[in-house]
């Protein structure tokens, strides 16, 4: 039985929620059938992320809406409209993950690993979550991203055996493959930057690893956002520029971090424009709320009486325009460790190709019922179903919705049927999603296929690996095909425009950033 987490109340929670360019073959018409509602193991797609701030006991959600397929993350955090309704620190997490990792886990990381002391004055850093793509679960031409980090200090307290410590380090260079291998292609290698060495004698250079979109960001950094308008990306603008400016002193004016985070300077410049402070990092977080660790019930120290001698105005004693260098907080990666063939290990992937659907889905359905995952589907199929007789249906491996009529000689393997579908005489199904209000003829063979909400297959059609059926989509008798769209649009995401910064020697408002500048 899983047990509620402590409440979260200090975090809001954004869900992300595009129009799903990379599933075009079932989001050409977003209106009708948008991303967050694909269903992953006869759940939608949005389930998922909400499901996962349930049991954080996050109950603050907010989904922007009216998005576009050019719409930039950085630029959903710049709306006015969703400004105004983050109060103070937030996670920001994609509709398209799939995780069981406890979020009151990466919570309580963040608070002691990255929010640093409470009610300091210190500005608190960030935390990302980064996943495997190899091992068992793989799936071929599946994203990644290039990231170099670096080693946090030896804890002087070993981390209990459930901690996420072991696998948390400070990141210091993030951006995608692609702009990796643009990187190496042009310049014919990969350029390290003598102030990253200087910073961090020892790196670790990850190829393999996946940005989860699972970012859990101080109130502050919207301010970083709005003073840097061309931020387009939160994962390779805004948390590739915060890495670089931790170990790039020449980043931090550039990017307004002094302004930012130096509340000497912060308060010098109000002084001088009339303008209000707009920057307090003094947090009120409860972390034993978080902690099911029982603490015990602490002295409260007295009180510092106060001070005889009256504080200095600050408008009679102005500060001195001495030169402050400007700390920049960390921004923390937790690095999923491989998925094992041990169903009990928590998960974590994002789900936003047909592949990565199939595949996700194919796991879940696998899943015992008596799995402690939070995905587990009992019964695994409705008790509305109606199968006919000499009818074979894998017990272990196949889910079936609501209301679905299953017609004699079929055999199901491994396999997702959604609701109110009709599977007609001898159909075999193996390895395939089948989602709602399908037809599937008579004597129909597929294997390995996605198959859209609505869709109708003619008698006897043979669908091998790879293939997909758009929604709504009519197949003739007879049809047979592998590795095919069938009623889909194809090449949409080719169209999509918009370029990103590559390296750490990348221009920003025409100004060269110099890691010597230091």
């Keep these: 039985m899983l047990q509620r ?16 360019v990379s599933f075009n073959t079932f989001t050409s018409t977003p209106e009708d059938n948008p991303k967050a509602l694909i269903p992953i193991a006869n759940r939608p797609m949005i389930w998922y992320p909400l499901d996962w701030c349930h049991r954080a006991n996050i109950t603050n959600v907010l989904a922007p809406s009216s998005l576009s397929q050019n719409t930039g993350t950085a630029e959903i955090l710049r709306l006015p409209e969703v400004q105004a309704i983050i109060t103070g620190n937030f996670l920001v997490l994609p509709c398209d993950l799939l995780c069981d990792l406890a ?80 990187i190496t292609e042009s310049k014919k290698s990969f350029p390290i930057r003598r102030g990253l060495l200087r910073k961090h004698g020892k790196v670790r250079i990850l190829t393999t690893a996946r940005d989860a ?19 387009d990306s939160v994962s390779e603008d805004v948390v590739g520029w915060w890495a670089k400016a931790t170990w ?32 307090n990092f003094n947090y ?114 196949v889910l079936v919705g609501a209301n679905t009529t299953i017609n004699q000689f079929t055999n199901i393997k491994n396999s997702i049927v959604g609701a109110n579908c009709v599977i007609g005489q001898g159909v075999k199904l193996t390895r395939c999603v089948i989602m709602d209000d399908v037809e599937i003829g008579e004597k129909c063979a597929l294997t390995g296929c996605v198959v859209g909400w609505r869709s109708k297959l003619g008698k006897g059609c043979k669908l091998g690996e790879g293939c997909e059926v758009a929604p709504g989509y009519e197949i003739e008798d007879g049809v047979e095909g592998a590795g095919e769209v069938l009623g889909g649009f194809e090449g949409l995401d080719e169209d999509i425009e918009g370029e990103e910064p590559d390296d750490a020697s990348d221009n920003m408002d025409g100004k060269e950033h110099d890691a010597d500048d230091a």
């Excluded at 987490?5 to 799903?20: E, K, N, Y």
């Excluded at 935390?127 to 170099?148: D, M, Q, R, S, Y």
């Excluded at 980043?251 to 002094?258: H, R, Y």
């Excluded at 920049?328 to 047909?354: A, C, E, G, K, V």
């Design 5 to 20: 987490a402590p409440a979260s109340p200090d975090f809001q929670a954004l869900i992300f929620c595009g129009p799903g």
């Design 103 to 182: 979020g009151e886990s990466l919570l309580e990381t963040w608070m002691i690993h990255a929010a640093g002391m409470i009610g300091s004055s210190a500005a608190p850093g960030g935390l990302g979550v980064w996943c495997p793509t190899g091992g068992e679960h793989a799936v071929k031409g599946e994203e990644t991203n290039f990231l170099i980090t670096a080693q946090l200090p030896r804890p002087t307290v070993p981390s209990s055996s459930d901690s996420l410590r072991p696998n948390l380090s400070q990141v210091v260079y993030s951006s995608t493959t692609d702009t990796f291998n643009d």
């Design 248 to 279: 790039q002193d020449g980043l931090i004016p550039k990017l307004s971090f002094d302004h930012i985070l130096n509340p000497s300077s912060q308060t010098r410049d109000a002084l001088e424009t009339d303008q209000p402070l707009t920057t």
């Design 284 to 397: 009120d977080i409860d972390l034993t709320s978080l902690s099911t660790t029982n603490i015990s019930n602490l002295l409260t120290p007295p009180s510092t009486p106060p001070s005889t001698t009256s504080p200095s105005s600050p408008i009679d004693d102005k500060p001195a325009k001495s030169k402050t260098r400007t700390t920049i907080p960390p921004f923390l990666s937790y690095l999923h460790p491989h998925l094992s063939t041990n169903s009990h290990q928590t998960i974590i992937r994002r789900i936003d190709t047909t592949p990565l659907l199939l595949s996700a889905s194919l796991h879940l359905a696998s899943l015992p019922p008596t799995s402690p995952s939070p995905f587990t589907t009992n019964p695994k199929v409705h008790p509305t179903t109606t199968i006919a007789a000499r009818t074979t249906i894998s017990p272990t491996d």
């Design 213 to 231: 979109h699972i970012y859990l960001f101080p109130y502050w950094i919207l301010d970083f956002i709005n003073q840097n308008p061309k931020f």
